[in-house]
Each structure stands twice: as structure tokens, then as C-alpha cells.
T-cell receptor, first 115, second 112 residues
Framework: DAGVIQSPRHEVTEMGQEVTLRCKPI?????LFWYRQTMMRGLELLIY????????DSGMPEDRFSAKMPNASFSTLKIQPSEPRDSAVYFC?????????????FGPGTRLTVL | QQQVKQSPQSLIVQKGGISIINCAYE??????FPWYQQFPGKGPALLIA?????SEKKEGRFTISFNKSAKQFSLHIMDSQPGDSATYFC???????????FGQGTELSVKP
């Protein structure tokens, strides 16, 4: 299996621009997670989906962030408008289920820099 | 109450030594405690995990020790190797779904 696929791997944009991050989960997995990693705040869960339905979006920082999962093989995380404080590495992870012991498999991440 | 506190922030160990990373939590509803390992430029990957009904779990050179009464758990890496140099995250789940609460991470460097 190819694992979790994220694109782009690196994104540099200017403040105010719209940014869209993409994720393809492992085939057959029905839970998908978006995380943000920064030096200051560590690894934070932004939102997670089960069977394409958002289950917990309490970590989404503000209305500038939105996430969708239109089907079982694709999800997007959008930031509009972007701000310098959004600079971080964004990870997508998938797991076979949403049980606590279901292993989360992380993608390689997207490093976002907002100038 | 949702926090998982991890220490130290960074750790340097000589090859062959024992690396010890500690985590503490407050939420007694947490009942699954995985450790993830992250190499530079990569996403975290599950290393080992434990549930609070056991006090210790060992997989190869990696051992989790769990103290339920103290609400603490730790990762021990025996015979540490340079290839173990990575960032280690403890995490916790409260059995309410897939949501994991991560510690701040420990950057381990094993010197040859």
C-alpha cells in the first residue's frame, strides 16, 4: 500500500491567499484526521472524520479553516485567508476505524509557509 | 484536564545507554496510551501502546511502564542506538472515539 498521500509537500504563499491541502487516506480506512504541528503548540488535532462525516472539529482554530471529505478516498483542508501564524506542518492520518486502539497512520505532511 | 504533559523536552544519551521519557495526565477517563516516533521530515508512526490494566509492556528494546495511581507512564529505550534518534510523542485516548491527545514531544539524540 502507498500509505497516506498528502499534497503538496511544501507550500509557500503570501498572507491573504487561499491555501488548499489535500489528503488521500489508506484504502479501506474509514477514519481520517487532520493535525497541525508547530514548535510552540506541538501536535494538535484539528478535525477528524468517520465514514466521511466530521465527528470532532473542536480543534479547528477559527472560521478561516475548513475541511471536507467528499468521499472515502479524498479530503481537503482549506485556509482562507491565510495568515503568517498558520505556518506549520499539517499532517493527515487515517485509521481502519474510530476506536481508541485503531492505529493512526500518518502521511508525510505538508509544510506550509505563509509570508 | 485534557492535557498530557511530557518531559524532558530534549534528551541526549550515549549509544548503549537507557533513554527514559516521562508523561503524566489528569483525565482519569484516558484508557489507551500510545507512543509515536517521528523522524525528521516524516510523519509520526506508532511505536508501542499500553492500556492501564497492565503495568508494563515490552516490545524488543522498547518498554512502557504504567503507574495508574500516579497517572504517569514512561517509555524506556534499552541499549539506545543512533538510529533511535527521533522525536517521541506520548498520547492518550479517552475511549470516546479516535481522538488522541499528544504530549509536547521529546527530541532524543543518541550519540555514537
Amino acid at each position: 500500500d502507498a500509505g497516506v498521500i498528502q499534497s503538496p509537500r511544501h507550500e509557500v504563499t503570501e498572507m491573504g491567499q487561499e491555501v488548499t491541502l489535500r489528503c488521500k487516506p489508506i484504502s479501506g480506512h474509514n477514519s481520517l484526521f487532520w493535525y497541525r504541528q508547530t514548535m510552540m503548540r506541538g501536535l494538535e488535532l484539528l478535525i477528524y472524520f468517520n465514514n466521511n462525516v466530521p465527528i470532532d472539529d473542536s480543534g479547528m482554530p477559527e472560521d478561516r479553516f475548513s475541511a471536507k471529505m467528499p468521499n472515502a478516498s479524498f479530503s481537503t483542508l482549506k485556509i482562507q485567508p491565510s495568515e503568517p501564524r498558520d505556518s506549520a506542518v499539517y499532517f493527515c492520518a487515517s485509521s481502519p476505524g474510530q476506536g481508541p486502539t485503531d492505529t493512526q497512520y500518518f502521511g508525510p505532511g505538508t509544510r506550509l509557509t505563509v509570508l | 484536564q485534557q492535557q498530557v504533559k511530557q518531559s524532558p523536552q530534549s534528551l541526549i544519551v550515549q549509544k548503549g545507554g537507557i533513554s527514559i521519557i516521562n508523561c503524566a495526565y489528569e483525565n482519569t477517563a484516558f484508557d489507551y496510551f500510545p507512543w509515536y516516533q517521528q523522524f525528521p521530515g516524516k510523519g509520526p508512526a506508532l511505536l508501542i501502546a499500553i492500556r492501564p490494566d497492565v503495568s508494563e509492556k515490552k516490545e524488543g528494546r522498547f518498554t512502557i511502564s504504567f503507574n495508574k495511581s500516579a497517572k504517569q507512564f514512561s517509555l524506556h529505550i534499552m541499549d539506545s542506538q543512533p538510529g533511535d534518534s527521533a522525536t517521541y510523542f506520548c498520547a492518550a485516548n479517552d475511549n470516546q472515539g479516535g481522538k488522541l491527545i499528544f504530549g509536547q514531544g521529546t527530541e532524543l539524540s543518541v550519540k555514537p
